[in-house]
């Protein structure tokens, strides 16, 4: 975890808030992170990883906390498992497998709502990590579902994106009549 040494009080940090879709930065296409954005980029991963933990998820790009920049976070593992955090900043899908997978997809921006999205089983990944060294990684099964998700989210594309219309707008009055309860 060399470079998130504050996940060791995570629980101590304010989870910093999820916007919930329709909010209009989660369909703007983010712009590429720059060297100067790396301290604001330091200061905001504690809220956004707190905010992952709690809700509970495996992913959250920036738009979704209001930031329209390309990074994202992500960690698979569960909650009896160690972390395992991860930050790709201006990550590109750079190669994708002709094979496809079918998986139940949610989203934090989308609460309580879920549906099978189709997606390259297996992608390569480029992107700079915390230290801001270039990595190329490979990635299949949930962890290349959720890169592709959250990298869409960079793109201003949210998962119900894939689905018919008739089900897309189903999800859309479905999150509307619950956020109208809260």
Same mark, same amino acid.
């Given at each position: 975890?060399?470079?998130?040494?504050?996940? =060791?009080?995570?629980?101590?940090?304010?989870?910093?808030?999820?916007?919930?879709?329709?909010?209009?930065? &989660?369909?703007?296409? #983010?712009?590429?992170?720059?060297?100067?954005?790396?301290?604001?980029?330091?200061? #905001?991963?504690?809220?956004?990883?707190?905010?992952?933990?709690?809700?509970?998820?495996?992913?959250?790009?920036?738009? %979704?906390?209001?930031? !329209?920049?390309?990074?994202?976070?992500?960690?698979?593992?569960?909650? =009896? *498992?160690?972390?395992?955090?991860? &930050?790709?900043?201006?990550?590109?899908?750079?190669? /994708? !497998?002709?094979?496809?997978?079918?998986?139940? *997809?949610?989203?934090?921006?989308?609460?309580?709502?879920?549906?099978?999205?189709?997606?390259? *089983?297996?992608?390569?990944?480029?992107?700079?990590?915390?230290?801001? *060294?270039?990595? /190329? %990684?490979? #990635?299949?099964?949930?962890?290349?579902?959720?890169?592709?998700?959250?990298?869409?989210? &960079?793109?201003?594309?949210?998962?119900?994106?894939?689905?018919?219309? &008739?089900?897309?707008?189903?999800?859309?009055?479905?999150?509307?009549?619950?956020?109208?309860?809260?």
């Amino acid at each position: 975890m060399k470079n998130f040494d504050f996940l =060791d009080t995570i629980e101590d940090v304010a989870p910093t808030s999820i916007l919930v879709a329709p909010q209009p930065v &989660l369909r703007q296409k #983010a712009r590429d992170v720059t060297a100067d954005d790396m301290a604001s980029i330091h200061a #905001a991963l504690p809220g956004m990883f707190s905010a992952m933990y709690k809700a509970p998820g495996i992913g959250l790009a920036a738009p %979704q906390v209001g930031l !329209s920049q390309r990074f994202v976070i992500i960690d698979l593992a569960r909650e =009896d *498992e160690p972390r395992n955090p991860m &930050l790709l900043i201006n990550p590109e899908i750079i190669d /994708e !497998s002709e094979t496809l997978a079918g998986r139940e *997809e949610g989203c934090l921006s989308l609460p309580n709502q879920y549906a099978e999205v189709v997606r390259p *089983e297996s992608v390569k990944v480029r992107y700079r990590d915390i230290a801001g *060294e270039l990595i /190329e %990684q490979e #990635a299949s099964g949930l962890l290349a579902t959720c890169i592709q998700h959250e990298i869409d989210h &960079l793109d201003g594309i949210l998962f119900i994106d894939y689905l018919s219309k &008739l089900k897309r707008n189903m999800i859309m009055r479905r999150l509307s009549k619950e956020q109208k309860r809260k």
